[in-house]
């Protein structure tokens, strides 16, 4: 297994856009392990009622490795996977939006001890994720 290059192209520039490559950066293993596993420990401190270690939990890794990716990691490789081409398809601004809303809703839930509106919060991310293959192509 190789390693993660940490390396800009030459001269300091990137080949994408802050837009592209905040929306590129989403689909980065590294992005979606730590989005997945902050999550999982978040709703459980939440669930237990500590706030200040699950908001840290729930931002701080997110955000610090969002920023890694998107200001140090070549993304146009994800440009230009099949994956990228679903992402501009079916990840606009407000699906994002909506997931992001999921997610929160999700910490909301597991404050209250309501497992179905977690699971209900953790179903509308997915469908988030999902839309794309869930819509019916014209014919």
């Known amino acids: 297994m190789g390693a993660v290059v940490l390396r800009r192209q030459a ?18 293993p590294v992005k979606v392990f730590t ?15 500590l706030l200040v270690p699950g908001l840290v939990i729930a931002l701080l890794p997110p955000v610090l490795v969002s920023a890694t990716l998107i200001r140090e990691v070549d993304l146009d490789r ?3 996977s099949a994956m990228g081409a679903y992402l501009r398809r079916y ?6 939006a909506l997931r ?21 919060a953790l179903a509308i991310v ?14």
């Open 11 to 28: 001269g300091g520039e990137h080949s994408l856009t802050f837009a592209e490559r905040a929306l590129y950066h989403q689909i980065h």
């Open 35 to 49: 989005d997945v596993a902050s999550a999982i420990i978040a709703i459980d401190l939440f669930w237990r009622h």
């Open 78 to 80: 994800y440009r230009r």
């Open 91 to 96: 990840m606009p601004p407000w699906v994002q």
């Open 100 to 120: 992001l809303f999921g997610g929160a809703f999700a910490f909301y839930a597991a404050w209250y001890h309501v497992p179905a509106g977690v699971l209900g």
């Open 126 to 139: 997915a469908a988030c994720w999902v839309n794309g293959i869930l819509r019916r192509r014209p014919t």
